[in-house]
């Protein structure tokens, strides 16, 4: 059908006008969703964690019924909302590098400490001329880094001593001038890296949530060494020829800022709730989530064991206070996994690792007493008992293996 050329020019000017009316229409939404987005851009808290927000008046997995979604806290009582992740893990790696370049020095320092003995043995094997010429030190400079660092008390002449607040009570040990400039530094990083927030937003509650991220993300890290340095059979020992006690110092000092830091993060994340709901929003919380409620247990836990650690109750009671202790942990540690696991957090990889470590820690130890005691040939080790005279007795091993 063929239609006149003045149909033909009305329907084009038609289509015309409709597909400009087209264009207009998706210009100004265009330009809607950029002013949007550049509103939402400015409105964002700070490094939000891409999950879904709750919904008003349902149920969100991990951070359970939240009440009062029109308070300005409301949006930092979960998740990562006003948390600096970029800067978290900036410090992260820090630690992390810090502790890496210490043991690398560590390890250099105890091999060439065995290369040169060995050196001085072999050449003083020879000549009693060689053997003089190693009775007297060539330089100042090593001996007054040993006489005034590395072996120094940390006082004039008080060395690794109880501090004795009466016969019976004791405080604790003073370390050397070395472990106490190392335990200085590491309390001081924990400090600034603790401390180093937005001070300048005007929201507070981002502040705080804030503060909350950084100490829980430090309190994880920290975590790590805590385990790590008070396994019996640390691998750290052997590589580095650092001693256990060495070591247990700094297990003690660790665990201290970890359990603090991660009182922080507790009440960090409570101020808020109680901002957004009152002590109703936080018994909700904890009632309905299952992430919050077992990180509170595991903040009581760990205070628990802090406050149980003290020399005193230590001395006392410590076969009750060791096996305690380590039951204590355990339970702290499985809450700090599952408190991770449920709301998805990134530092869960930080567990598994603690909890790798003292899992294969126990598998090494009962194989080594398992092949130490148990021969094919000879047996199993026995143990005889002896009574002696003022209610003694002498125990006697027979190993079937030696142990070095």
């Known amino acids: 059908m063929h239609y006149p050329v003045s149909l033909h020019n009305h329907f084009g000017h038609l289509a015309t006008r409709a597909g400009e009316d087209l264009l207009s229409a998706a210009a100004d939404n265009d330009r809607q969703l950029v002013t949007r987005g550049a509103a939402t851009a400015i409105m964002a808290p700070r490094e939000a964690y891409p999950i879904p927000k709750p919904i008003p008046g349902g149920e969100v997995t991990g951070f359970g019924h939240l009440l009062n979604y029109s308070n300005q806290a409301y949006n ?3 998740g ?11 410090f992260v790696n820090i630690i992390l590098y810090s502790f890496l370049g210490l043991l690398a020095a560590t390890f250099i320092y105890r091999w060439v400490y065995i290369t040169n003995n060995h050196l001085r043995h072999l050449m003083t094997m020879g000549r009693w001329v060689d053997q003089r010429y190693w009775m007297y030190n ?4 090593w001996p007054s880094i040993k006489r005034n660092l590395l072996y120094a008390p940390l006082g004039r002449v008080r060395h690794n001593r109880e501090i004795q607040l009466s016969q019976a009570i004791s405080i604790g040990t003073l370390p050397s001038r070395f472990h106490t400039i190392l335990l200085g530094a590491y309390l001081i990083c924990n400090l600034v890296y603790l401390l180093v927030l937005d001070w300048s937003v005007k929201n507070h509650h981002s502040a705080i949530a804030e503060l909350r991220g950084r100490s829980g993300i430090l309190a994880a890290i920290n975590l790590i060494p805590t385990v790590l340095f008070a396994l019996r059979n640390n ?4 590589i580095l020829k650092v001693s256990y006690d060495t070591f247990n110092l700094l297990h ?14 507790t009440i960090a994340w409570a101020v808020n709730a109680m901002e957004s709901g009152g002590m109703h929003q936080v018994h909700t919380s904890l009632s309905t ?9 595991a903040t009581v836990v760990f205070g628990s064991v802090l406050l149980t650690s003290f020399s005193p109750i230590r001395h006392a009671f410590y076969e009750t206070f ?5 039951v204590l942990i355990w339970i702290g540690i499985v809450g700090v996994y599952i408190h991770l696991d449920k709301a998805n957090l990134p ?3 930080y567990v598994k690792l603690v909890m790798a470590f003292w899992v294969a820690e126990w598998i090494w130890r009962c194989f080594r007493i398992c092949y130490h005691n148990v021969s094919r040939r000879k047996g199993i080790t026995k143990v005889t008992v002896e009574a002696l005279p003022a209610e003694a007795c002498r125990v006697t091993f027979e190993l079937k293996r030696p142990w070095r």
């Open 252 to 265: 003690r000092w660790c665990a201290r800022v970890m359990v603090l830091q991660s009182v922080i993060h």
């Open 235 to 238: 691998p750290l020992i052997p």
């Open 347 to 349: 530092q869960l990889p």
């Open 138 to 141: 060539r330089s100042t400079f």
């Open 76 to 78: 930092f009582t979960f």
């Open 289 to 297: 989530s299952t992430s919050y409620m077992w990180g509170m247990v």
């Open 322 to 326: 060791l096996n305690v202790h380590r």
């Open 80 to 90: 990562l909302d006003g948390v600096n992740q970029a800067q978290n893990w900036l």
